[in-house]
């Protein structure tokens, strides 16, 4: 004979079950709009280093808006530099490490400042990486502030 709990357990189960999965395309959706989210009216703030040169430099880039504009290239309306006023939009690469985005550019120009490469990762509320321009490169890491 069937008891009344072990059916209804056998019920729940099989509902459970046969509830739809998210595609990976809506995985992958809801992760990229996590991440324009995140990054949009946002500031980075943290620091960087120079080459061997000892200790690390205050950083701070705010970040008026990210738009993707195709399946890799993101648009970021930035201001970069120290007291700078100016937003600038910058194209950059992301790609995916499963469900962390990472930014890539390489050699890219960027007016009155120079050609710069660099890979960031974003992770729950933190970013760190690597830069390199002309002259020198290094870390940078901080987090990301609303």
């Known amino acids: 004979m069937w008891h009344p709990s072990l059916i209804l357990s056998a019920l729940l189960l099989f509902t459970v079950g046969c509830a739809r999965q ?6 992958q959706a809801a992760r990229e709009r996590a991440f324009q989210e995140s ?12 080459g061997e040169k000892p200790g690390a430099s205050e ?3 705010r970040i008026e ?7 890799t290239t993101w648009l970021f309306r930035a201001q970069i530099g120290k007291g700078s006023a100016i937003t600038l939009p910058i194209p ?3 790609e995916w490490a499963g469900d962390t985005p ?9 007016p009155g400042m120079g050609i710069f490469t660099a890979r960031v990762l974003f992770y729950r ?3 760190a990486g ?11 890491f901080g987090r990301i502030v609303k």
């Open 59 to 61: 950083d701070r880039y």
């Open 22 to 27: 998210p595609s990976p395309d809506d995985v």
């Open 92 to 94: 950059v690469t992301v």
């Open 65 to 71: 808006g990210v738009t993707k504009l195709t399946r």
């Open 102 to 110: 990472v930014i890539t550019v390489t050699d890219l120009s960027i």
């Open 125 to 127: 509320g933190q970013y």
């Open 130 to 140: 690597t830069w390199s321009g002309k002259n020198a490169g290094g870390p940078m």
């Open 39 to 50: 990054l949009s009216r946002a500031t980075l703030v943290g620091h960087f280093t120079v």
